[in-house]
């Protein structure tokens, strides 16, 4: 899961910086720049509060963030199947560009 990579799209899609983003999270620039990178693992707490700055619901900035080696490999298959759909949907929906 790299929820660092769909929190810095999000993010730049909508316009806002990373010093914008850390102090409405309360977090500094630079752990925000390594949450960002996945070079630190953010708790599910800060993930929270990231999403509710960027207005997108926590299940849905998790969702966007699964990658197919997070699901257990009999299930991989139909993951593949519906991810891109799913992912595609939620993309649009919560873009605020569209």
Do not use: C, H, W
């Not at 990579?5 to 990373?18: A, D, H, L, W």
């Not at 599910?44 to 207005?55: G, P, R, V």
């Amino acid at each position: 899961m790299k929820i660092g990579s769909v929190i810095k799209n999000i993010r730049k899609r909508k316009k806002i910086t990373q010093t914008q983003l850390a102090e409405l999270s309360n977090i500094t620039q630079t752990y925000l720049s390594q949450i960002e990178n996945n070079q630190k693992d953010p708790t599910i707490q800060t993930i929270k509060s990231i999403a509710e700055n960027l207005a997108i619901p926590l299940p849905v900035l998790l969702f966007m963030a699964v990658e197919n080696e997070d699901i257990p490999e009999n299930k991989r298959e139909i993951y593949s199947m519906i991810s891109p759909s799913v992912k595609s949907l939620l993309d649009t929906f919560f873009n605020d560009d569209k």
